[in-house]
Nanobody, 125 residues
Framework: QVQLVESGGGLVQAGGSLRLSCAAS????????MGWFRQAPGKERQFVAA????????INADSVKGRFTISRDNAKNTVYLQMNSLTPEDTAVYYC??????????????????WGQGTQVTVSS
């Protein structure tokens, strides 16, 4: 089992920045890929970004390219999501997720095995 705890959410004005953290505990060695997803009210959960265990491969959704950066610190078992140039459309609950399988499409939510409880990000106009 892997436990994931997100932090760093909050209220920010448009154009501002936030950094989300996801602390992993438990059998973290089985987490080949870590990802961030988000879900706005009344909308489906949406892929944001993913990173492999080694950190060599990262993937970002088109909607956040150039603005969001995913990174990880394996020594701290923590994954980060640096979010810059935020807009009201980025308002959502952000979830951290981990998957055991290292291959395949990293943007598919059902392929992730473990999920955090989520952290709210609200961007005001």
């Amino acid at each position: 089992q892997v436990q994931l705890v997100e932090s760093g959410g909050g209220l920010v004005q448009a154009g501002g920045s936030l950094r989300l953290s996801c602390a992993a505990s438990g059998r973290t060695s089985g987490s080949a890929v870590m990802g961030w997803f988000r879900q706005a009210p009344g909308k489906e959960r949406q892929f944001v970004a993913a990173i492999t265990w080694s950190g060599e491969q990262t993937i970002n959704a088109d909607s956040v390219k150039g603005r969001f950066t995913i990174s990880r610190d394996n020594a701290k078992n923590t994954v980060y999501l640096q979010m810059n140039s935020l807009t009201p459309e980025d308002t959502a609950v952000y979830y951290c997720a981990a998957r055991r399988r290292g291959s395949g499409n990293y943007a598919i939510a059902p392929d992730y095995d473990y999920w955090g409880q989520g952290t709210q990000v609200t961007v005001s106009s």
